[in-house]
């Protein structure tokens, strides 16, 4: 069957630390793989696409890599900042109509 | 620039009422997809549509669950006779992509904040 596993449990590091969090994917061919980060409340906000013939993209503090074979992203973000603190949704493109989310990660980045 | 606006941000209503859910999608944008979302999960997808079709509709429930697009107006995610577990935060996103294109930048989607509907 086909699934997007992200990291169930919280992720808790301190200020100033680089952030990792993972989306393993079984069954799917995507055409490319989004981030997204969500506050308590509010809507997903696009942080960044990475195509499958990419390995790594990069915006500011933030990092992902794309691994087709391993069928992982993994998703970095450097010095990181109590701001920083969210959910981190993975979502994957088929190339068709649908975009498919995993659960999400949370993270807590404490000062 | 105005993003994606949905209304109502809260809705309650009891078993067996009508819901109804709003979207208007970012100016120049003319598709719209309604996701999902229980607590602690992932954001399910319900529809995609454009500007008076309905292009894919398989996440939506055969029953009861109805959404339109209307050449004037906002998007409507309707749902009828709501059972308890239609609880739920339902989200709209927009996209600039336009019929036929395959530029991976148009499927970035933009989501609005969410209405939280409570059935009691």
């Known amino acids: 069957s086909q699934k997007i596993e992200q990291n169930s449990e919280a992720l808790n590091i301190q200020e100033g630390k680089t952030a990792t969090l993972t989306c393993n994917y079984t069954?799917?061919?995507?055409?490319?793989l989004q981030w997204y980060r969500q506050d308590p409340g509010r809507g997903p906000v696009f942080l960044l696409l990475?195509?499958?013939?990419?390995k790594e993209k990069r915006k500011e503090r933030l990092k992902v890599t794309f691994d087709t074979t391993l069928k992982q992203s993994l998703f970095h973000i450097t010095a990181s900042q109590p701001a920083d603190s969210a959910t981190y949704l993975c979502?994957?493109?088929?190339?068709?109509?649908?975009?498919?989310f995993g659960a999400g990660t949370r993270l807590f980045v404490k000062a | 620039n105005a993003g994606v606006m949905q209304n109502p941000r809260h809705l309650v209503r009891r078993r067996g009422q009508e819901a109804r859910l709003r979207c208007s999608p970012m100016?120049?944008?003319?598709?719209v997809y309604w996701y999902r979302q229980l607590p602690e999960e992932g954001l399910k997808f319900m529809v995609y549509?454009?500007?008076?079709?309905?292009?894919?509709e398989s996440g939506m429930p055969k029953e009861r669950f109805s959404a339109e697009f209307p050449k004037e107006g906002p998007s409507i995610l309707r749902i009828q006779q709501v059972v308890r577990g239609d609880s739920a935060a339902y989200f709209c996103?927009?996209?600039?992509?336009?019929?036929?294109?395959?530029?991976?930048?148009?499927?970035?989607?933009?989501f609005g904040p969410g209405t939280r509907l409570l059935v009691l």
């Open positions: 996103a927009s996209s600039p992509r336009t019929s036929g294109g395959q530029s991976l930048i148009q499927e970035t989607q933009y």
């Open positions: 069954n799917y061919s995507p055409a490319y």
């Open positions: 990475i195509r499958e013939n990419e």
């Open positions: 979502a994957l493109g088929t190339g068709g109509f649908k975009t498919i």
């Open positions: 100016k120049g944008h003319s598709h």
């Open positions: 549509l454009q500007k008076e079709n309905i292009i894919d």
